[in-house]
């Protein structure tokens, strides 16, 4: 994997050592470079597992993807800068149904610096533009809000998101390392499964300093601050032109 392309891809120029500081750049870089997005989901387009795929896809064709690629492909970085980094499986929270999701149906990272655990996480969507450290029962304040841990039962840890004095689960997790391949089974139902929530509408999103970016097949949405501006649309040449200015992505399956 061509590591320079990587970084060059994400702007960071900062040093390269394992380093907190290191790990909060190059995770908030990503996060505002790399859009989270299920495209391919939506053309028939297949998602593998495979690193260089991956790579291809997110580096050199500059697209984005979803948290099996995003975060498999950041723990190639963060392990080639020396980082001591573990993927780990995650159940995500279900508002509708007040219940958790299926093992492996997220993908996250851990890294361990000076004897302490942090959550690093490029592929949840809206999330902490910093790592957050394992610290049970103690808010952490993020510039995309405030975010605590704690014990749901024995076996798993949760984070959550507070806002307005209210804890809002996002996902449990246990801390066990995971290989790459344990997530193909939720990677492929993602992708063919029509429960799958990633099946039901196309969408790329990108945050930004101050808000956030989203386009799916029939409407731009632009967060900045408290406005939120809204643009309906159905042509899908205007779908293209926003496509194109606001994430440099090209329509799937048009390579020039």
């Known amino acids: 994997m061509n590591y320079t ?101 997220h993908l996250a990272l851990l890294v361990t610096i000076a004897g302490e655990d942090y959550l690093t996480d490029v592929g949840f969507g809206e999330f902490s533009f910093a790592p957050l450290k394992m610290a049970l029962n103690q808010v952490q304040a993020d510039a995309r809000g405030n975010y605590i841990f704690d014990r749901y039962d024995e076996d798993y840890y949760r984070i959550s998101r507070v806002e307005d004095g209210e804890i809002r689960p996002e996902y449990i ?20 499964d029509p429960g799958s929530h990633f099946r039901q509408r196309s969408m790329i999103t990108l945050p930004t300093e101050q808000g956030r970016i989203t386009l799916t097949e029939n409407k731009l949405k632009i967060k900045e601050g408290d406005l939120t501006r809204e643009t309906a649309f159905k042509d899908a040449t205007e779908y293209e032109v926003y496509l194109w200015k606001y994430f440099g992505v090209k329509p799937v399956g048009r390579n020039s």
């Open 5 to 105: 392309a990587y970084l060059e891809r994400i702007g960071y120029t900062g040093e390269l050592q394992p380093t907190l500081e290191v790990l909060r750049q190059l995770q908030k870089r990503h996060l505002l470079s790399v859009p989270f997005e299920n495209l391919d989901i939506h053309h028939g387009v297949p998602i593998e597992l495979d690193v260089e795929r991956i790579f291809n896809k997110v580096v050199l064709q500059k697209r984005g993807g979803f948290c099996y690629e995003l975060n498999g492909l950041y723990f190639e970085l963060l392990t080639a800068i020396g980082f001591d980094v573990r993927r780990i499986s995650a159940k995500v929270y279900s508002s509708s149904e007040g219940t958790y999701t299926p093992e492996y149906d």
């Open 173 to 192: 997790f246990r801390t066990a390392a995971r290989a790459f391949d344990e997530f193909t089974g939720m990677c492929h139902f993602h992708q063919t």
